[in-house]
């Protein structure tokens, strides 16, 4: 069965940050806020910096009834979607998907002590280990760049700032965003930490 991960996100209203936390209480904040008008909320995965989707209609007990309903069809199991199996492999979390290989990779597998299919896991999770610093600074890279793409695209220095974003130029981009409005500037610096780990 899936788990689903709690999302945390953070709303704006224009350029001013109204709250952070799980998507519920973040979500009746807006609702909240955007009942007192103003500019349009906007709110974003704290992880990937998406956008997320809310359904403001109705009553408070209303939204939070629809991000219940979507958070339970995320959960449900991969399983009841597809057709059940026959006899064989345990439900394990393994899943059969197609590699490509020249035939010489296959020659070298079918050598290793397991099989194929337990060398490749150990090679994937061999990778996985490897890259993993330069994965958590790719991914908030990325984030960081969707976030000042939606709230800072038209702010000075914009193209100079994702420039050094990605060259991993922690002083130059604290520079850039400087001038930029408090909670947009404080938000980028919390997206973008782990993208200068590196460097």
Partial sequence: MSVARTIYCTAFQGLTRIASGVLPEVALKSKQAMEQGGEPILLFD??????????????SSDV?????????ESTQPAEAASPARGPGRPKLGVVARE???LPRHWEWLTRQPGG?????????DEARRASEG?????????AT?????????????????TRALFAGDRTRFGQLIEG???????????????AFEAA
């Fill in 99 to 101: 590699v490509t290989l």
């Fill in 180 to 194: 930029w409005p408090v909670d947009v500037r404080d938000h980028i610096e919390k997206l973008a930490g782990p």
């Fill in 116 to 124: 194929a299919s337990v060398t490749l896991r150990r090679l994937v």
């Fill in 145 to 161: 760049l969707r976030f000042m793409t939606a709230m800072a695209g038209d702010l000075p220095r914009y193209e100079d700032a």
């Fill in 134 to 142: 330069q994965d958590r600074v790719r991914q908030a890279q990325e």
């Fill in 46 to 59: 704290d992880e990937t910096s998406r956008p997320i989707e809310v359904d403001f209609r109705g009553s």
């Fill in 64 to 72: 939070l009834a629809r991000l219940q309903e979507a958070s339970a």
